[in-house]
């Protein structure tokens, strides 16, 4: 009796954190019709509003990845002066909020910034333009794959590692034949992850963005533009199609996995 209480408590607390907002995100959505949710969504701006944050995703992702791998393997496989200071710097991202990297990366690169005369100079603009949205991005997502892939090394231990190196592996073909195979599905856990952040990052882009209609004006950004303005339907319709693309990485990662372990 007391487990079905307990599971009872737990479907009732999804349903009230989760499942009942997001009920509610599609009935506002399509309160008013199919007509004012299409044409809002199907506005030259807001299909800007996508690309852009697609492409910075398709930028954020992949490096995030790469960093993530390679900063786990430095923590668990390598002794380093510094270590613990690295494994805590990584999770610096999950301790500030967005809107004080915004700040941060301003301070950096605006025109009285440290770097901000320097790539004025050269006539590359970093605030108010794609890479400073780009970077914003990259920092707030950093930490999921490295924070997949760590506990998982260390589960694994090193002795499939030792013994391909002494049947005479290389250093790059352990990685590739032996240590990637192994922390796959952590390296995928942490990609969804990095999507679903990217997708959905607001704060320090919100900052560093200028916020320019149809030029650095995100999804997320388009969401409060449209919301300011009463057009409940195109912020809500929006808030769907992030939701819709995070969840089909979900059940495509899903539904591949059974594939690949048969």
Known sequence: MRRYGLRGVAVLYLVAVLLGPLAMVFYRAFERGLHPLW?????????HAFKLTLEITAIAVPVNTVFGVVCALAIVRHRFPGAGIVNAIVDLPLALSPVVVGLMLFLLY???????????DHGIQILFATP?????????????????VVPTLRELGDEQEQAAHT????????????????????VVYGVVLTTARCLGEYGAVAVVSGRVEGKTETATLRVQDYYENFNQAGAYGIAIVLAAISV????????LRPVESR
Do not use: H, K, Y
């Not at 990259?138 to 930490?143: A, E, G, K, N």
């Not at 049947?167 to 952590?186: E, M």
């Not at 089909?248 to 539904?255: F, G």
């Open 39 to 47: 044409a809002s969504l199907t506005d030259p701006n807001t299909i």
């Open 110 to 120: 605006g025109r009285s910034g440290w770097f901000g005369a320097l790539f004025q």
């Open 132 to 148: 400073s949205m780009v970077i914003a991005t990259v920092f707030v997502s950093l930490p999921f794959v490295a924070r997949e």
């Open 167 to 186: 049947l005479g592996a290389s250093a790059w073909q352990t990685f590739w034949r032996v240590t990637l195979p192994s922390v796959r599905w952590a």
């Open 248 to 255: 089909i990485v979900l059940l495509a990662m899903t539904l």
